[in-house]
């Protein structure tokens, strides 16, 4: 069972589904608020610009742009453990808090294919890029998909550790999030990912 936070004037409404899958993308809190094209580069090099939405059905999993939880309990209990201060950054400012709230992606990203790795054959799959040079501090985008405890998914390759005080949860992007779960590891890395505090919840983010 998933449910969303969604944040309303006056409370938060959570949203069940009741049948171990997310409400229908056309439901309005599911549609992302900021529904604009991203240019995606294909395996020989053709390009295409596509709706941000529609990325979800081109590689495979659901897109949101919110986090989600797998159980009611874990999103009243989060709060109530408290977050991990010494890895959270800052309360998010007004600029900050609409980014988080419309789902916002920077503009001068991409998505491309990365190719086959040299050593060991294997096709690496697609990544996100910088079209243009893009300031430090930019913000990216939040890293969103299912918040629930490490020890009941294994898809390690999309599950980014989520901070709070009792531990032991991530947020897995492997069948449902946005485009940051195209971000990629480097040893050379120009981009971090840091906590902000935002609507009695702990937000991943991603900056240049």
């Known amino acids: 069972m998933y449910c969303l936070q969604t944040i309303l004037p006056e409370y938060r409404r959570v949203r069940y589904t009741g049948c171990g899958r997310i409400l229908d993308l056309s ?8 529904d604009r ?4 580069y294909d395996k020989d090099g053709s390009t295409d610009r596509i709706l941000l939405s529609l990325t979800g059905e081109l590689f495979g999993f659901d897109y949101v742009h919110r986090l989600m939880f797998l159980h009611a309990s874990d999103l009243r209990n989060i709060p109530y453990w408290g977050i991990d201060l010494e890895s959270t950054v800052e309360v998010a400012g007004k600029e900050m ?12 990203v991409s998505i491309r294919h990365i190719g086959v790795h040299g050593e060991s054959g294997i096709d690496i799959g697609y990544g996100m890029f910088a079209e243009e040079d893009i300031s430090k501090g930019t913000f990216i985008g939040e890293y969103v998909g ?4 490490s020890s009941t998914t294994s898809s390690s390759c999309y599950a980014l550790n989520y901070p709070c005080r009792e531990g032991g949860y991530v947020i897995d992007s492997k069948e449902t999030g946005n485009i940051m779960r195209m971000v990629n590891h480097s040893d050379n890395h120009n981009s971090i990912f840091q906590n902000i505090y935002h609507d009695n919840l702990v937000h991943v983010i991603c900056v240049s």
């Not at 808090?97 to 001068?108: K, Q, V």
């Open 146 to 149: 299912v918040v629930l405890q």
């Open 97 to 108: 808090a609409e980014m988080l709230d419309r789902g916002h992606i920077c503009d001068s």
């Open 37 to 40: 094209h991203i240019t995606v």
């Open 27 to 34: 439901d309005a809190d599911f549609t992302p608020a900021e």
